[in-house]
C-alpha cells in the first residue's frame, strides 16, 4: 500500500451532518458554552473598533488581499527568494501527504521522536498528528485550547479558540483525568498547571512546528500572531523549527500586515493586539544567544491552485483566520463547530471546504447557512460569503465546476420529480395566460393542498394558499 493511501485526507459522511446538528441542538451544555462564548466575543469586537473608520479598515485589508493574490506566483517565487537568502530551507507540498512526508522527513534527518507544536489549522487541514504519531514521532500541541483538544482526543471546535465547547468545570475534570491536577473551577491555577506541564515538553522537544500568519515576500518575514508565548517557545526553544501554511498567506511588504495584524487582532478576540507578535527571518545567527539551528517552511496547495484559477472562488483565499464569522452566524452559535465534521467549520468552512475536498463530498455544507449575510457583513477582509454559498448551492445541483470528475451520477442532485416541478413552473411564469389559470385553479382547490411538505414543514407550519388570487382582491378594491 502507498504512504499515500496509508494516510487518507478525514471524509465526511454526509449523512451524518444532520444527526450530529439535532444531537448539539439539543445539548443545552453545548447551546450554553457556545452562546456564552459567542456573545462575549461580539461584544469584545465591537468596543475593539470604537472610534475607527471600520468600512476604510476593512477595504484597505480586502484590497491589500486582493493585491497579494492578483501578485501570488510572483510573490511567493519572491518569498522563497528572500528566505533562503536568509537560511531558511523551503518545501514546496502539492497535497496534505506531500507535506506530511517532508515535515517527517526533516523529523527523521535529526532522529527526532517528539514534536512541540504552536497553533496550526494548516497542520489540521493536513493530519499532521496522526501522520507523525503513525510513523513513532510524538506531537504535542502547546496551545492551551489545542492542548486540552489533543487531550480529549477530540478536533478543534473553533479555528480560533479550539476548546470554545468546553466550560471551565470540563477542563478542569478532564486535566485532572489524564493528568492528575485537582478539581478546580479557578482558571489561573488551571492555566498554570497546563504550562507547567508543557514546559518540560519545550525543553526535551526535537523539533518545533507552528504555523503562519503572514508571509512577507519582500523580506522573507514569516509572522506568528499568539498570545500564551508558545509560538515563541516553539519557534525558538527547539533546535530545528519547521512551519507551514497555505501559499496564500504571502503578502508583498510589511507595510500591508499592519493592516491585517489591526484587523485580525480585533476581528477574532476583540484585542487591539496580541500578548505576542513574532517575526521570524532565519534561523539563530553565530553571534545570536537563542533560536533554532535550522529553519524550514513547508509552503501547501492543497487545493488552493484550483480555486485560485477561478475568479469568483479565489475570494476564498482572502481570508485571515480570524473567525468572526463563525462567531456571528447563527447556524454556528447553535450547533458548535463539530457538527460540520470538517477542519474549517462555520461560514469560512462552507465556502473553502467544498473546494477542498469536493463538492460531492461537503454537499451538505453550503445549505448550513440561513443567508441572513451577518458573515459578509463582518468579514475584516470583505469576503463575499453569501455570494459565494449561493453559487455553491447551485453547483450542488448543477455539478461541481471545481470538481467535475469527483461528482458521482454525473453532477445531477436534484430528483426527476423536483427537475419536473421547476420546469413546470418555468413553463407557467413565461405564459400570462396559463399563469393565470394557474392561480386561479390553485385558490379554487386549496382544500387539497397536503398539510406536510418534506423537510420545509419538519420544523415550519405549512403555508396556506390564499382563497382568492391577487388580481381578484384588488379588483374588489377597485384598483
Known sequence: MSETAQHSPHHIDVKEFHPRAHEALHNPQIRHNFRKAMDGLMTKRKSAFEGWDLESLRDL??????????????????????????????????????????VRDICKARDAKTVIKGKSMVS?????????????????????????????????????????????????????DKTGTDLSNDVEYLTAEARLQLREKFMNADVGVSGVNFAVAETGTLCLVENEGNGRMTTTVPKCHIAVTGIEKVVPNLEDVTALLALLTRSATGQ????????????????????????????????????????????????????????????????????????????????????????????????????????????????PIPDLLVRLRQESVDGDKLHPAKVRGHGAKRNALEAMIWKGWSWMHARPGAYRFGTNMAARLRKLQPGQMGGWTQFRTSPKLAPKTFHETLKERGQ
Not at 487591539?272 to 517552511?297: C, Q, W
Open 272 to 383: 487591539h493586539i496580541t500578548t505576542y507578535f513574532n517575526m521570524i527571518s532565519g534561523p539563530r545567527k553565530a553571534e545570536e544567544l537563542d533560536g533554532p539551528d535550522e529553519v524550514h517552511v513547508v509552503l501547501v496547495d492543497n487545493g488552493r491552485s484550483s480555486i485560485y484559477q477561478d475568479d469568483e472562488l479565489l475570494d476564498t483565499l482572502r481570508c485571515i483566520r480570524c473567525g468572526a464569522c463563525m462567531n456571528h452566524c447563527p447556524v454556528y452559535t447553535r450547533v458548535g463547530g463539530h457538527t460540520y465534521g470538517t477542519t474549517y467549520p462555520g461560514p469560512i468552512g462552507k465556502i473553502l471546504m467544498p473546494h477542498l475536498i469536493g463538492l460531492d463530498e461537503g454537499r451538505h455544507l453550503p445549505s448550513a447557512s440561513s443567508l441572513c449575510g451577518a458573515c459578509g457583513e463582518v468579514c475584516p477582509v470583505k469576503i
Open 61 to 102: 485589508g480586502a484590497n491589500v488581499r486582493l493585491r497579494a493574490l492578483a501578485n501570488l506566483p510572483d510573490l511567493l517565487e519572491q518569498l522563497e527568494k528572500k528566505l533562503t537568502e536568509n537560511g531558511i530551507k523551503v518545501h514546496w507540498a502539492v497535497d496534505g501527504d506531500e507535506a506530511c512526508r517532508i
Open 124 to 176: 489540521e487541514e493536513m493530519e499532521l498528528n496522526k501522520y507523525l504519531e503513525e510513523h513513532g514521532i510524538e506531537a504535542l500541541e502547546s496551545d492551551l485550547g489545542e492542548y486540552i483538544v489533543q487531550l480529549a482526543g477530540e478536533t478543534p471546535s473553533h479555528i480560533i479558540m479550539p476548546a470554545i465547547h468546553k466550560n471551565t468545570g470540563e477542563i478542569s475534570q478532564l486535566l485532572h
